[in-house]
């Protein structure tokens, strides 16, 4: 229970890999930003596995780049594994249909599922490696510049910490119970109303504290992130390639 | 310069939490005492406006509304009596940062606040920590120093000693000394409030009972008795 514990509160800090020393922490957070878009575009619309299966190699790439290892990312990758089994499930068992892939016949149920699932873990690694090599304050920061409406920034900024907040409070209050309740292996039952209920009703406050405190500290989205960064030439050189390289990956699949 | 005139605080429209304050502080340090759930938190929290009340409060003149808000959050500074909600950035530089970043101070000038401030507090080992590894009186150290280096010209204080050892205590005792603003200081340790304040304001279920002399209250038994507290340490033994 311990191991689930700490592995629970490392995930809430995924800043650990964020003080590396790699080029592409040094990249500039919108150059960043708009290459994961893109590649999350690209990945999305297809519905090829040879493709996909080259964007998996891209990000596996990227994450040996950024000297993250590839563990950390497969364990948030396969955050999403339970979701898509039930759906891929559903897939496997309603579509009988067969069709030709690469000289066999297979289900195609088999082949969507297979999409799913890759398509899940590479937005989720996606995500993390966007998140992990740049900090939420800079990419808050482009936001700002880029003129998105404040109260959505805002949003984005107090979910940003709530989610960690609601991890962080619900690990506690689990180690807590269990400590008073030494012969059970996790949270029963019947406390789990209550349990549930008053976390959320209980982070929510703890949230709103913590805004006040902000307040209080003169907190205001365009004054706070204002700090834009200059892009620079070597970060076009680096936009160019990455377009350069998804346009090759999209022409050789079709 | 602090005026409450008869301020109330109801929560859920049914805990009165402050009734009928009024208050006139100069400069000076202040230190309110009373028991658990008396209103000490409150009163703080509505200098800043974070609970809704009814009545009139003026900071330096200025009237404490919607209009005036930011002006006046930008004179008082506060400490929360939980450090954990004053502690969100991901590094505890971030948050010693923050505060300075909205009051739109250059990078340069922000360093070297951040110097000072660690210097004086001797906090340097923690600044490139998160704050999910700190111990408690670790945390309350960074939350001090995350408002005191905005520089405000009040400071309101939540329970400032709590947590903290007894070498982190006397160097909060001594910079209260030494620091030359207005404050007020909620606090359990009687024996710091006899160190450090000018008044005592005791708070009882909402009212406030007394505002005197440091000495002439804490060393009055039956007052603090009746009121659920102690005499200071100091006392209680001589
Ligand atoms: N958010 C809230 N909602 C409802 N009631 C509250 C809330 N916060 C405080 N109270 C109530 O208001 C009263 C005053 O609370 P306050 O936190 O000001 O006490 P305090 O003097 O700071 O106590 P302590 O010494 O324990 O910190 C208490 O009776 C408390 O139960
Ligand atoms: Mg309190």
Redesign the pocket.
Known sequence: MNKLFTSLMNMSQVDEYGHLDTFIHHLHPLVKMMMTTMILVCLISTKSIIELLIYLFLVLFITKCCQIPIKQLLKRGLLGLPLCLCLGLSYLLLNQNKMYFYGFYINEGIILCLLLFLKTFLCLSLAYLLITTTSFDELTCELVFLKVPAIFVLQLVMTYRYIYLLLEEATLMARSYLLRSPNDQAIQMKDMGSFVGHLLVGSM?QSQDIYHCMKCRGFDIEITYQHHQKINSEDVFIMMIGVGILMMIKVVCI | MIEMKDVNVI??ND?I?LNHINLQLDNGCYVII??????????LKTLVSIVDFSGEIRIDGVLLDQQHLKQIRQKVGMIF?NPDHQLFMSRIYDDIAFGLINQKKSQKEIELKIDQIVKQLQIKDLLNRSSHQLSGGQKRMAAIASVLVMEPDILLM??PTSFLDSKGRRRMIEFIQSCQKTMLI?S?DLDMALEVADQIIL?DQ?EIIMQDETEKILKDKDLLEQHGLELPFCFQRG
Do not use: P, R, W
């Open positions: 406050k | 929560y859920d805990i939490a009373g028991q658990n759930g008396s209103g000490k938190s409150t009163l009596q939540d329970e909620v359990h708070l909402g």
